[in-house]
């Protein structure tokens, strides 16, 4: 995106460190912000405080349907107790049968965000905003195993305190 702050530009040192093409770098086209987990999960709460604010009144105002905003706001309410997980292991995942509205969610709320960009609301925020979503969607597919990597480092870092704890003992 054109001026954005966020987008990494990186220097090499020297032209045996420069690849070719972007394409050629491992991490070309990988969202920015896709291990910032506490932030991620923070963008969730905030979507789910944003919504719970502003549905209510858009509601009664007949510019949304009670149904639509209910469904987007459990699936928000999912992704803040997934993200809680992801981070802490509290709480419960989850069910894997909710991904669906969890991904229609995110891109909902992408597609709103794009548009504010489009009328020229290119704030630092909004930019922010879309790149946490970005990541948010990339973690949401199943090739990714997000759950499965967040259990084990926290099974890892267990084991490794464990053993420093007998070492020190």
Not at 40 to 60: D, F, S
Not at 77 to 92: F, H, K, P
Not at 103 to 109: G, K, N, V, Y
Request: a negative charge; one cysteine or more.
């Amino acid at each position: 995106m054109e001026d954005d702050p966020f987008t990494i530009d990186i220097v090499y040192l020297g032209a045996e460190l420069r690849p070719g093409r972007p394409q050629d770098r491992p991490d070309f086209g990988l969202p920015v912000f896709r291990h910032d987990h506490d932030e991620l999960h923070g963008q969730c709460l905030r979507a789910v405080a944003r919504r719970e604010e502003l549905y209510p009144a858009l509601i009664a105002a007949g510019r949304m349907d009670s149904e639509d905003a209910d469904r987007d706001l459990v699936a928000w309410r999912e992704l803040a107790a997934e993200w809680l997980w992801v981070c802490t292991g509290e709480g419960d995942l989850p069910h894997s049968a909710t991904l669906p509205n969890r991904i229609a969610a995110i891109e909902l709320a992408a597609d709103r965000l794009e548009a504010e960009l489009a009328r020229g609301r290119r704030t630092e925020a909004n930019l922010y905003q879309h790149h946490l979503l970005e990541a948010l969607h990339w973690h949401c597919r199943p090739e990714r195993r997000t759950h499965f990597y967040a259990d084990l480092t926290r099974t890892l870092r267990a084991e490794l305190r464990a053993a420093s704890e007998r070492k020190a003992a």
